[in-house]
């Protein structure tokens, strides 16, 4: 099979340095991406060639403007390989251009696989979705939940109404905060205890237990700690560290060989840069911190929030799986009631999502609906969306993104690796790149 894989190469913050236009043939026999994703012209599957190059024009742009240094795209349609594209370097210094190949860190399009692992056990009859978590955590019995501030300043806690239950806990509803923005005090206290450097499971769950809820649980949705803690069920349900019990229950079967915790030393050279702007040198440059290295000294924990690294390939066999209803090349992963359950809308009638994994989404239409660690989009003219009915998604922090549109059969996956943004440039690549899909699929 031939790969639709333009790669460009640009230096951060000058010229265009190398541009490179090549097909990869995998004719091995034990390849199996070049099985999975036959590939397929635009018009075969129902998309316009000029739209597909415009998508892929819009792409290569981001790279041309010094927004990213690389950029990976692939878009798969009734099982076949419609559009599949790299720009850009994967490695700035040395001026390596991105290959099908390339590690991403993917942070927290780590949740939808750990909502598969809990939904396994799940099948299994571990849990009810009922179950308040204090049947398996006891040391959240005594969670306390945020009511306001005092008159000196301190926080007014109040006694939970009743435990979070496992529905809230895999629908971010439980009142859980994350540290990762928020200025309120449980939000401080996540960043002053470090929760998300916590040197073990065990450890994350005691800190987490001395910090209050940002609400009642039930009362709304907030983007939370709630996978990581997800993980940690995995692990006591199954018995084995969660990065085991994904390497046997998900990744093996799915053949997801390059996705992980960690990066081995002996494929290092194949995880690529990542990058931040700069405001001092006024444009994004590479990272150089041990926290984006994922070796394993490196790793406080497995983290089932956010601490998986993949690559695109194995990444479209995850989205392929669930597009398929739990399963993939024989292997079943989920009973597709279970898929159901993780793309059906569980929250309380009326409540609703503006945020999509990275950032708050823009403010058009109505909210996005949740399942279990998805995002949803269940009436996509009242959302002023593109997509199908019924399209779920989510994010990452480095910018990773994908969707899945079970409506039209297909599913897109993007691969960036940068954090913070060019204050003087607007950079748009989820919405650009689902406008752009749907423009090309023709009616």
């Known amino acids: 099979m031939k790969r639709n894989f333009t790669v460009s190469g640009r230096c951060m913050g000058g010229a265009l340095a190398v541009f490179l236009a090549s097909a990869f043939s995998n004719v091995a026999e034990s390849e199996p991406q070049a099985q999975l994703f036959p590939e397929t012209s635009a018009e075969s599957a129902g998309f316009s060639e000029q739209?597909?190059?415009?998508?892929?024009?819009?792409?290569?742009?981001?790279?041309?403007?010094?927004?990213?240094?690389?950029?990976?795209?692939?878009?798969?349609?009734?099982?076949?390989?419609?559009?599949?594209?790299?720009?850009?370097l994967r490695d700035v210094e040395e001026q390596v251009p991105l290959g099908e190949d390339t590690i991403y860190r993917i942070y927290s399009m780590t949740k939808p696989i750990t909502g598969v692992a809990l939904m396994q056990l799940y099948e299994q009859g571990k849990f009810h979705l009922s179950d308040p978590i204090t049947t398996y955590i006891p040391e959240f019995e005594n969670l306390m939940v945020l009511d306001g501030t005092n008159e000196d300043g301190s926080p007014k806690l109040v006694e939970m109404k009743g435990s979070p239950t496992m529905r809230d806990l895999m629908s971010h509803t439980a009142g859980f905060a994350y540290g990762l923005g928020g200025q309120d005090y449980a939000n401080e206290q996540f960043r002053e205890k470090q929760v998300l450097r916590s040197p073990d499971m065990q450890t994350m769950i005691d800190k987490v237990a001395e910090i209050p809820l940002l609400f009642q649980p039930g009362e709304r949705w907030s983007y939370s700690v709630a996978v990581d803690i997800q993980g940690y069920l995995v692990e006591q349900f199954s018995g084995m560290s969660l990065g085991d019990y994904l390497e046997s229950n998900v990744f093996a079967p799915l053949n997801m060989d390059d996705t992980g915790f960690y990066v081995a030393e002996a494929d290092y050279d194949r995880l690529a840069d990542i990058m931040y702007y700069s405001d001092e040198a006024g444009r994004f440059i590479p990272i150089d911190s041990?926290?984006?290295?994922?070796?394993?000294?490196?790793?406080?924990?497995?983290?089932?929030?956010?601490?998986?690294?993949?690559?695109?390939?194995?990444?479209?066999?995850?989205?392929?799986?669930?597009?398929?209803?739990?399963?993939?090349?024989?292997?079943?992963?989920?009973?597709?009631?279970?898929?159901?359950?993780?793309?059906?809308?569980?929250?309380?009638?009326?409540?609703?999502?503006?945020?999509?994994?990275?950032?708050?989404?823009?403010?058009?239409?109505?909210?996005?609906?949740?399942?279990?660690?998805?995002?949803?989009?269940?009436?996509?003219?009242?959302?002023?969306?593109?997509?199908?009915?019924?399209?779920?998604?989510?994010?990452?922090?480095?910018?990773?993104?994908?969707?899945?549109?079970?409506?039209?059969?297909?599913?897109?996956?993007?691969?960036?690796?940068?954090?913070?943004?060019?204050?003087?440039?607007?950079?748009?690549?989820?919405?650009?790149?689902?406008?752009?899909?749907?423009?090309?699929?023709?009616?």
């Open 51 to 88: 739209g597909l190059a415009a998508l892929d024009e819009r792409l290569a742009g981001y790279v041309e403007a010094g927004q990213v240094a690389g950029i990976e795209a692939m878009l798969v349609k009734n099982g076949e390989l419609v559009y599949s594209s790299a720009h850009g």
């Open 290 to 443: 041990e926290t984006v290295q994922f070796r394993k000294d490196t790793v406080p924990f497995e983290s089932g929030g956010g601490g998986l690294v993949s690559t695109i390939d194995d990444y479209a066999r995850f989205c392929q799986m669930m597009l398929n209803k739990g399963t993939l090349n024989g292997h079943r992963i989920l009973r597709p009631e279970s898929v159901d359950l993780m793309t059906l809308d569980q929250l309380p009638s009326g409540m609703g999502i503006s945020f999509d994994g990275t950032k708050r989404a823009p403010e058009e239409g109505e909210p996005h609906k949740f399942g279990f660690n998805f995002g949803l989009i269940t009436d996509p003219e009242a959302m002023n969306s593109p997509a199908g009915t019924g399209t779920y998604y989510w994010g990452g922090a480095a910018g990773t993104w994908f969707w899945i549109d079970p409506e039209n059969d297909l599913f897109f996956i993007g691969m960036i690796q940068r954090f913070g943004a060019d204050p003087e440039v607007s950079f748009e690549p989820r919405a650009d790149s689902m406008r752009l899909v749907y423009e090309a699929l023709q009616p």
